[in-house]
């Protein structure tokens, strides 16, 4: 997780900015300093003898020449009290410069710990964190971070508010933008008018960096960070083109239940049980979809987005490829079949949001199985099927049926005699 091995996996997902994560960490502060360069105003490459073009040259992928640029970023975890309960509130935080990120470190310095982790834990009302960015800068963006999961999110149903106004007071007027979360999308979002107004973005914590690009955002702004910050304040659909997203019954906080119980409900089953597990007796972890419709006042939206709120920035569904791969072969993820697989279609096709977002069929045909390139179709058209994720559990994404694979496996049998 270093700079280097996300400058090259964001050339090979095919992503031209990333977010450096984690800039109030010292000792990672201190290796963006030393590694980055000045690119476009408030963007950053990594510093070309640290790139070391040779090693690319030898790569197994073909990587495309241009430079990923970063953007300074962090998520910090907020833990306060507020009108008589415990809050806790995860915040994106992003910076125009390191002399704004540095004046964030020294102010939150003084309140917490900043060298216990990537994501400080702060006792810090929300509304003071984005006192204490803005003042180090008026071009930091403050978003509410995944704002509906249960536990560390804005609306979550275990420690959040049910409005930006009720959290922020009076800096919910600097407040532009909230992140989906993997286990919602924009489509959920709609259902809340007071939401309109507020710009959707979608990102994803990579965890490792082959990970990166879960979800995404796709801008055709100006390259700087004014660019991107103006696309997202203004809420241009013609800047801001569409997100990238999970289908959100993957998220690890989609539908309501318990973990240790094995007990996976849609709203509707929890609201017989009254939130109530049916097995041990103890408070469900309230999800997502359950909490959106707990604050939603227009009814849900059909696959089609039908009747969208005016200047809703769209959005595409999409499964990793590795996943779709995956599935195609009926193995698991992180097997030698599936890595050979993905580094064949990455040398041949460029990048993974190439691949998922633009090639043609034909292309992807000519390219690998007709398993997968089938596979990768239905996903861009949305004929998936997900059981949902629970408390903590990531949702389980079928694209092949066990009909078709019996189908072809007796067709295997065949054609082998």
Known sequence: ??????????????????????????????????????AEAGLFTLKSEIRNPKSETNSKFQIQNSKTRFILTVEISCIYSKNSRVRKIHLLIFAPSFEAAEK?????????????DGRPILGLDAKEAAKIA?????????????????????????????SIEECFDEYSKYIYAVETGLSSDPQMNWRLSVLDKITLISNSDCHSAS???????????????????????????KKFLYTVEFFPEEGKYHYDGHRLCGVSLPPAESKKYNNICPKCKKL?????????????????????????????????????LEEIIADAFGVGTGTKQVNQEYDNLISKLHNEFNILLEASPEQLR????????????????GRVKVEPGYDGVYGKVKIFGEDERKQKAAGGQKALF
């Open 1 to 38: 997780m270093d700079l280097e091995s996300l400058d090259k996996w964001a050339k090979i997902k095919g992503i031209k900015v990333l977010g450096t994560g984690d800039f109030t960490h010292p000792e990672w502060f201190r290796n963006l300093k030393e590694k980055l360069e000045p």
């Open 134 to 162: 803005l003042n180090a800068s008026e071009d930091c963006l403050v978003i509410p971070a995944h704002c509906w999961t249960p536990w560390f999110a804005i609306f979550g149903s275990k420690s959040g508010f049910d």
């Open 211 to 237: 990970k990166i690009g879960r979800e995404a955002n796709v801008f055709d702004a100006e390259l700087s960070y004014s660019g991107i910050a103006k696309a997202i304040k203004e809420k241009d659909p």
């Open 366 to 381: 000519a390219a690998t199985t007709p398993e997968i390139a089938e596979g990768i179709v239905r996903v861009r058209e």
């Open 284 to 320: 469900l972890t309230i999800g997502v979809l359950n909490r959106v419709e707990e604050l939603a006042d227009r009814p849900a939206f059909d696959k089609s987005s039908a009747g969208k709120p005016e200047g809703a920035i769209p959005f595409k569904s999409l499964v990793p």
């Open 104 to 116: 964030i470190n020294a102010h939150l310095g003084w309140i917490g710990n900043l060298r216990s």
